[in-house]
Every structure is written in C-alpha cells, then in structure tokens.
C-alpha cells in the first residue's frame, strides 16, 4: 500500500484531525514560526497530516504549540496510506451530501409545511441534524478561537449558526453550515491538486532497479538499497532510478522531467545520468553516484517543498489584513444589530438577522486561500520547466529585477573549454618537463580551464612529478611545490600581480585574448615557463537569452574574473555591452552593490533590484547578495546552488527570462484573486444591508469567490512542463 504522503525522513509525522483548508495550515505555520528546531513542515490537507522536520527533542514543543492554537494532534509512526486517505474522503462526500440534502430539505419544511408547532419541531431537529453532520468541526475550532481571544474564519461561521439558529433561521443556518463545509473541502481538494504537482515528481522514479551482484548477474532492487558506487543497468523505455556515471553503451536520454529540456540528450561513457530522466534507445549500465536519498529529483522535490513555506510578500500582506479585516467585520457586524433598530428603525430581529448575514459574507476564506494555491501553482509549473525557486518571496521577487549580472565561464559560455595552443616560453627550457609540471598543477584542480589543460596535454599519467602544498587562490589559480621549485598556473591578473609579465609576454597572449581564448600561465619564482590557450565556445542560449533580457527592459551585465579582452569578446558575442572583468569575488560582490546603489539618485531613489546568475564558488558571495540569485544545476558547484534563490537546472540562460515571466504572470493572478475575493464581498455587503441577500446567499456567494480564487490560481498548472511559458517563444533546449 503506498503512503499518500512520504514522511520528512527522521521527522515527526502527525495527523490533525481539524486540519481542513489553508487557513488551518497558516494557524500551523504561525504557531511554529517561533519554535526552535523546526526546519520544514509538509502539510498534506486530504489525508490530514503533517510532516515535521525537526529532532526529537523538539516534538514535544512542536505538539503544544498546535495544540495551543486550538488543533488537536496525533502522533503517527508511519504514513496515512492512499487508500486510507481515499476512504476518509469517500465518507466526508457522504457525510457533507447527507448534511446539505438535510439542509436542503428543512428549507423545504420551512417553505412548504404548514406554519404549525410539529412542523416548525420538525424542521429544526432536521437543521439541527445537518449541522451536527456538518459542522462540529468547524464548532469546534470556532469556540476554540473563541476561548483564545481571536476572531477568525471559524468563529464567524460559528457565531453566526449560532445566531441564525437562536433567532429561528434554523433552515438558513443549516444551509450555511453545509455549503461552508464542502466549500472547505472543495479548497483543500485544489491546494492539494497545486502541490500534487510536485507529489507526482515522486512517481518519475521506479520502485526497483536493476543491480549487478557479486556473481555478475542482475537483481531487481529497491533504490533506498542501491549503495553509492554499484553498478545499475537500464533498459530502453525505463526509467532511471538512481543518479550515476554512465560505465558501458550509448543512447540518449529524456531529462525533461528534471532540467526540463524539450530535447533527449545523448549519453555515453563518463555522461551524468539522473534519477527519474527516461531511456530512450540503447541499454546503459551507470554507476551509481548519490543516494536515493540524495539524487537531483530528491533535491528538487525537497527544495519545492521547503520553498512552499517561504510566505511570499502578498501573503503576508493577505494573512496581515484578514488579521485586521475579520475584527473590523465583527464590530461592523454588531454596530448594525444594536444599531440599526435605532438609526434605521428596523426590527430587533431583522437587525440581527442583517449581522448575520453580513457575518457570512465577509468570510475571508476566498481572501486567505487566494494566495497559497497561486504561489504553489507557480513553483510547481517553474519546477515542471526545470526552474527550481526556493520560495514563493523569490518567485514574486523575480519581477523586479532591473538588472541581471552574468558570470562567463559556465554560465554565458559552455564552461566545457578545450586547449587550443600551448608553448613555451622559456629558451632552454625543456618542453616535456614544462608540460608534466603543468599537467600535474592543472589536474589537482576542478576548475573548467585547469581541467581543459589537463585533458588536452600529451602527459602519461605515470610521469606526472610529485606535488606538494597544493593549494588554490580563488580568481586566480592553482600553486604547488615540486622538489624545490614553487609553481603557480595562474591567469593574466596573478602573473602581473607577481610582476613577472613583461612585453614580450603580452605580445605573445594578446592575438589569444583577442579572440576571446582564456590565458593561463605556468610559472616559478623566477619567471613565466609556458603560455597556455584555452577557448570556451559561448552557449547556443546565450544570445537570446540576453535580447529576452533587454526586451523585457533589463540590463545584462557581465562579472567575470578573466581578462578584460576575452571577456570583451564573449560578450560582444552575446550582446552584451557592460563588462567588467579581472573580478576576484569579493569584487564581484561589490560590483552587485554598485550596481544596486546606482538606483539611489534623486528620481530613483529606492536601490535597484540587481540579479545574479552563476555557477561557481567564486560567484556564491555575488549569489548571495544579489537581489535575486541564480545557479546553473548542471554545471554548477553546490556552494553556487546553496547560495542561490533559483537554480536552473538544465543550464539554459533563457530560463533566466522564463522565470521573470513566470513571476510577473504569478504577481497578476494573485492581484486579480485578491480583487475577486473583495470586489464579489463588497457587492454583497451592500446587498446585505439593503436586505436583499440571504444568508444561503451569502454563503454561496463566499463559496463561489473561493472556487474563483482557486480556478484562477490553479491557472499557473495548465502549461505543459514541455511547453514554453505564455510569450516565451518556442525553442529547443
């Protein structure tokens, strides 16, 4: 039987039984704000459970702040399975349909049966029942909140059964207590179809691989068993289970499901391979890299979840104004009942009876779940493009940005560079021994230049000499000791910086730089022994990402550490017209302030909201300073990535664009809900007081705002993972 929802590994997992919709869920998330050791919550609103990433000595803490925000807890030791879950909602249906067909028909009574005693006995047992059937819950919570001093969703709905059935509407109150109930359900249904989106990312990887055994034969596996380094095998047409390193045959591979690329990629010997891509062609065997715990998909699935719990700027503002809202509609509310027969000269009855009303329609629910569905909707559909936002504050953020700075090496460029020309520089020097050395330097570093002269260098690997000391300075190189000399293979920038360039030297690197080769340089304590030229072509993306870019009025600039005549070159090349280079990374991160403190001027008086895309450790200060940061998954290192906001997981530039779409298209569906959800209030508040609404009306008429709320919200889903956001122009990855 398959658990409905996985629990957070080595977690709490709890069911809470009175855990009906959103707003319970921002109850939770209030209530656990403050309380140490909580690091993630997964909130699962069908089956009713919640997952606490948190250490034991923290559950205990955990169980009475939720119970102290009036929500009963259970502790669970494994997860509420599918088709439990299935069953509870299957007998909820029932229950909700029995309540409102009870409704229905004490209406009926009310209208139709003779205005007798029996009758007017009958009709109110039967209300009485349909809110016994219904609505128990929502008393519950209604006078917990209550007890507790606060005026929420509940203790609306509470306060004005109470007061309908007390005043003999029991029909009415009947009817309002039903359609709020199944209303509750409909919105847990979508929030639930929001996050399913990224549930289903849990079905790309199968349930058993197949593992090489000790004798040389294969054995189905389950994943969570697979040790990192075993070899696995793959069929055409499956699955991978498991992230690896391809070790034996070719085929290419569907990596949509993860990086979002609308192309399979081919594969072979020495290829990255991830959990949840399928298989397209030929049979591959991969050893196995990370985990099942650990793999690219697990990440994202992770990453997403966590994000979930960022409260993005307009849901703070949302859940800020339902807090002063509901009070202001209670005291609203009140003033019409003790006033209105004084000012208006209405009946007690009716006064109270307009309270009510205005009770039921200013239930902020359609308010409350405007944004949640919306935000979630949004992260799921990035992650379905293989766009990883860490937080609904960063997908609505992505908007403002005024300015994107680029990295190079990596993230405008391939960041695979070859050698294309070596030599050496020093008469007399022996070139064998020159390139050994330069070998050895440039193979202990994971650098894309070093690794490129590593590979492209005729050395065996038996004549490599003995290093010691190996050590690397960031923005600049790699140094070591062989025997008695000190070496360092170093850019343009560090040789200068040991004063060992000269004219001659310049001479010889400046035809390479011109046509934007990167220059490294070997070189002892008493000069420069070799030139080494690598080039590193700039990425097919590139070039439209960056007129997307200037089309949707931002500014790409590029940071990079290397040499000002290649970096020129590259951008020249992709369209970029600031450069600034020769960067270490404290410099780019001061670059990412210069840029944001140029918007404080006399008409611009706010900093500008400055992005940053890139894949190294020398980029994670920019990362994280910026505004808003992206890193390049594939290629990119895991301090870039944590350091990051955003990670692109397929390395395409033009997801960088994407993303501001996404967050401009999120921004205007979260706007038009919360103008649904007020505008539709407001007609009907008028229509209150005027005593042209019911209090049924009223309720539909809250019910309708949320199912219009919810429909727009989920809006965000209904691209395909494979298509291109609206206005995004479809091209191949």
């Known amino acids: 039987m398959q658990p409905a929802t996985p629990p957070i590994e080595g977690g709490l997992l709890l069911r809470v039984p009175g855990m009906d919709c959103a707003v319970e869920e921002s109850t939770i998330r209030r209530a656990l704000e403050s309380q140490p050791g909580v690091r993630s919550l997964r909130f699962d609103l069908t089956a009713r459970t919640l997952g606490v990433d948190a250490p034991p000595d923290a559950w205990d803490g955990v169980e009475r702040a939720i119970q102290g925000a009036g929500l009963a807890t259970e502790r669970l030791t494994q997860p509420v399975s599918a088709a439990e879950t299935a069953e509870r909602q299957r007998r909820e249906a029932w229950r909700l349909g029995a309540a409102l067909a009870l409704a229905i028909g004490a209406e009926a009574v009310h209208f139709f049966a003779p205005e007798t005693r029996l009758w007017q006995v009958v009709s109110m047992a039967i209300a009485a029942l349909a809110i016994a059937l219904s609505g128990l819950g929502v008393y519950r919570k209604g006078l917990a909140s209550l007890a ?18 007390v005043i003999g509407q029991w029909a009415e109150a009947a009817m309002v207590m039903a359609l709020y109930s199944i209303a509750e359900l409909i919105e847990a249904r979508a929030v639930e179809r929001a996050r399913g989106a990224i549930k289903g990312l849990l079905d790309l990887a199968p349930s058993l691989a197949e593992m090489r055994q000790p004798d040389g034969s294969w054995a189905g596996t389950p994943p969570a068993q697979i040790p ?29 499901p993860v990086t979002g690329e609308s192309v399979p990629v081919e594969k072979g010997p020495g290829d990255e391979v991830f959990a949840g891509t399928v298989n397209q062609q030929g049979a591959l065997e991969f050893e196995v890299t990370a985990p099942a715990t650990d793999t690219v998909l697990a990440r994202i699935i992770h990453a997403v979840e966590q994000a979930q719990g960022s409260r993005a700027p307009t849901q703070r503002f949302v859940d800020k104004f339902a807090a002063v809202y509901t009070p202001a509609v209670f005291a609203i509310a009140l003033a019409v009942a003790l006033l209105g027969p004084w000012l208006a000269g209405w009946p007690w009855l009716t006064a109270v009876y307009k309270a009510l009303v205005l009770l039921v329609i200013a239930c902020p629910c359609a308010l409350v779940i405007s944004t949640p569905v919306t935000v979630v909707s949004g992260l799921a559909a990035a992650a379905r493009r293989g766009i990883l936002i860490k937080g609904g504050a960063y997908l609505e953020e992505a ?7 680029l990295d190079k090496t990596g993230t405008v460029t391939e960041g695979k560079p070859r050698l294309v020309a070596h030599e050496v520089v020093r008469p007399g020097a022996d070139a064998a021994e020159v390139q050994a050395l330069a070998a050895a330097l440039a193979g202990r570093s994971d650098h894309p230049v070093s690794r490129a002269i590593a590979a492209g260098l005729p050395v065996d690997g ?11 300075e960031a923005g600049r190189g790699t140094r070591a000791r062989a025997g008695s000399r000190n070496l360092v293979l170093g850019n343009h920038r560090w040789i200068e910086e040991r004063q060992q360039c000269s004219p001659e030297l310049e001479a010889r690197m400046q035809p390479h730089e011109a046509q934007g080769r990167t220059v490294s340089l070997l070189a002892d304590d008493e000069g420069v022994l070799a030139v080494f030229a690598v080039a590193d072509a700039i990425k097919p993306s590139s070039q439209a990402a960056v007129q997307e870019l200037k089309a949707m009025g931002i500014t790409p600039v590029m940071l990079t550490g290397d040499n000002p005549l290649t970096a020129r070159a590259i951008a020249d090349q992709a369209g970029i017209e600031n450069v600034q280079a020769g960067l270490l990374p404290q410099q780019k991160l001061e670059a990412i302030h210069a840029i944001a403190a140029s918007g404080d001027t006399a008409t611009q008086a706010k900093p500008l909201a400055v992005g940053m895309v890139g894949d190294g450790i020398n980029d994670a200060p920019a990362l994280a300073a910026a505004h808003l940061g992206f890193a390049m998954g594939q290629a ?15 390395d395409d530039l033009r997801r960088v664009p994407e993303t501001v779409r996404l967050s401009k298209r999120a921004h205007g569906i979260l706007w038009q809900n919360i103008s649904l959800a007020l505008g539709i209030k407001a007609v009907f508040l008028v229509l209150a007081v005027a005593g042209s609404a019911t209090m049924w009306m009223a ?3 809250d019910m309708g705002a949320s199912l219009l709320v919810v429909g727009n919200g989920l809006r965000m889903l209904r691209q395909p993972a494979s298509g291109a956001l609206p206005s995004t122009p479809a091209t191949d990855a």
């Not at 929420?152 to 306060?159: A, E, S």
């Open 228 to 256: 990192v380094g075993a070899v696995v095998r793959v069929k055409p047409g499956e699955r991978l289970a498991l992230d690896g390193r391809v070790t034996a045959g070719h085929s290419s591979i569907d990596q949509a």
């Open 148 to 165: 507790r001093g606060e005026l929420g969703i509940t203790t609306l709905m509470t306060v004005a059964v109470t007061g309908a059935f």
């Open 399 to 405: 908007r403002k940005l005024t300015h994107i700075a």
């Open 462 to 472: 038996n004549a490599l000499p003995a290093l010691d000391d190996f050590g690397a």
């Open 699 to 701: 309720v539909f008429a």
């Open 636 to 650: 990119g290192t895991h301090t870039a990535t944590e350091a990051a906001d955003v990670v692109i997981m397929n």
